[in-house]
């Protein structure tokens, strides 16, 4: 199928924050062919043509989830990170079932979708399970396997072969991706953490975890081995490859320069940090580094939403205040963590940008709404996506070429029967 999107402007996703007035993106197998001015555009042969009277972007890349925790939304609500953990959410997550995890995710997936949210990646048990939820509803993910010890989990080494099992037998079509998950350096024994890094180069898999989310789990590990959590990574070999770290909050100058040393990447998530007060992370450094760095929403029930364009106002005005600079993070700047920098971030940029060549994941936010002017000169439309837009104006999705969102309705699932469902199986977790 051949598609020519026509829109009032399409912002590309790149980091200078490019804006086209009047624009046209033409489609073919799902993949963009050709982007730019409407007056520039080649000849439309027999495409289908798709007029939308608002803005086309790139479809949003959440660098770090745990989606089905829609079942937890708004659970264990004041507390901190540490007793969140293990006073509310795993005592739940220990009744969990495999039909759980799948209808959360697809619930999730589905608002993730209806927030322009196209691509995820995923820490969360019953992996195989996420990987078909996000099927159903036509979304993309990579899909990090847990390791975890946590009661009813099976030995770390079990763990392990799974996660590798996964990743190596997973095809190879751009909609899922298998990774391999240790939780964190203060749950995962360091040899533990050096052979999943060890099989994460071995297939040039993801390596996601959590690192220095909280001072408190830096001094403990400070005070167990000398060193800070980035350092101890590094000595026990468990940096290199496609490692994405979690949070960062808590890392000086040093933590920085092993970050750029190594090409670690980091997911930024703001929200989560803050409704934990986890702290905020020194991401106008990383940036300067030249450190990957893409926001994450974190899990429903630490954000507690799933709107990553709502994030990425808290990403800026942290940035700022942090900073205490008002061009500490631009607008583009902003957008692009969670379009093109954030692709880049967890090695995928066939996504994130509005380019010939990329896959076709579009959105379209419908810009017939105050909130969306005035506009003076194009650079206004990002300004407005990043400062008072949000994922309740998005109006379309496709991901692919494929549309999985029509009129801010899912179009592969039936939303109001997955909140029912959702909302029975919470009650049952919660009870025990």
């Known amino acids: 199928m051949t598609l020519r999107f026509t829109a009032r402007a399409v912002v590309v996703g790149d980091r200078s924050g490019t804006v086209v007035p009047d624009a046209v993106v033409d489609v073919a197998d799902?993949?963009?062919?050709?982007?730019?001015?409407?007056?520039?555009?080649?000849?439309?042969?027999?495409?289908?043509?798709?007029?939308?009277?608002?803005?086309?972007?790139?479809?949003?890349?959440?660098?770090?989830s745990h989606a089905?925790?829609?079942?937890?939304?708004?659970?264990?609500?004041?507390?901190?990170?540490?007793?969140?953990?293990?006073?509310?959410?795993w005592p739940r997550e220990a009744r969990l079932t495999a039909e759980d995890v799948e209808v959360a995710m697809t619930a999730a997936s589905a608002e993730m979708l209806a927030n322009g949210v196209t691509a995820s990646v995923e820490m969360y048990f019953h992996p195989e399970r996420i990987a078909a939820a996000v099927r159903t509803t036509g979304a993309r993910a990579i899909i990090a396997t847990?390791?975890?010890?946590?009661?009813?989990?099976?030995?770390?080494?079990?763990?392990?072969?799974?996660?590798?099992?996964?990743?190596?037998?997973?095809p190879e079509d751009g909609a899922v991706e298998f990774g391999i998950g240790p939780h964190a350096a203060y749950t995962v024994p360091l040899p533990v953490l050096r052979a999943a890094a060890a099989a994460a180069r071995e297939h040039g898999l993801l390596l996601h975890l959590h690192v220095a989310e909280t001072a408190t789990e830096g001094a403990d590990l400070l005070a167990a081995h000398g060193l800070s959590v980035p350092a101890l990574l590094a000595a026990h070999d468990v940096l290199g490859g496609r490692v994405l770290a979690a949070h960062c909050v808590h890392l000086d100058d040093g933590d920085l320069d092993l970050w750029q040393e190594y090409d670690v990447a980091v997911a930024h998530c703001p929200a989560s940090n803050a409704k934990l007060a986890s702290g905020i992370a020194p991401l106008r450094a990383m940036l300067d580094r030249g450190i990957r760095v893409g926001v994450g929403t974190d899990g429903p029930a630490s954000n507690d939403g799933l709107d990553l364009l709502a994030d990425l106002r808290l990403a800026?005005?942290?940035?700022?205040?942090?900073?205490r600079s008002a061009t500490a993070l631009t607008a583009a700047e902003a957008f692009w963590l969670a379009t093109g920098g954030a692709a880049d971030a967890i090695g995928r940029t066939d996504l994130g940008v509005l380019e010939a060549g990329r896959r076709a994941d579009l959105v379209h936010v419908d810009t017939r709404d105050?909130?969306?002017?005035?506009?003076?000169?194009?650079?206004?439309?990002?300004?407005?996506?990043?400062w008072s837009g949000g994922g309740r104006h998005v109006a379309d999705v496709w991901v692919g070429g494929r549309q999985v969102v029509r009129n801010g309705a899912a179009t592969t699932v039936d939303a109001t029967a997955l909140r029912t469902d959702v909302v029975a199986r919470a009650a049952r977790l919660a009870r025990g």
Do not use: C, K
């Not at 937890?72 to 293990?86: A, K, V």
């Not at 079990?158 to 990743?167: F, I, K």
């Open 30 to 64: 799902g993949r963009i062919t050709w982007v730019g001015p409407a007056g520039e555009a080649p000849p439309a042969g027999d495409a289908e043509l798709v007029e939308l009277p608002g803005v086309l972007m790139p479809g949003l890349v959440n660098t770090h």
């Open 316 to 323: 800026a005005s942290f940035a700022r205040l942090s900073g």
């Open 146 to 170: 847990p390791l975890i010890p946590l009661p009813g989990m099976p030995p770390f080494e079990e763990q392990l072969r799974y996660a590798a099992s996964l990743a190596t037998g997973a």
């Open 68 to 89: 089905p925790m829609v079942l937890f939304r708004g659970q264990g609500e004041g507390l901190p990170l540490d007793r969140w953990l293990e006073e509310v959410m």
């Open 370 to 386: 105050l909130a969306f002017e005035p506009v003076g000169d194009p650079e206004d439309v990002l300004a407005h996506l990043v």
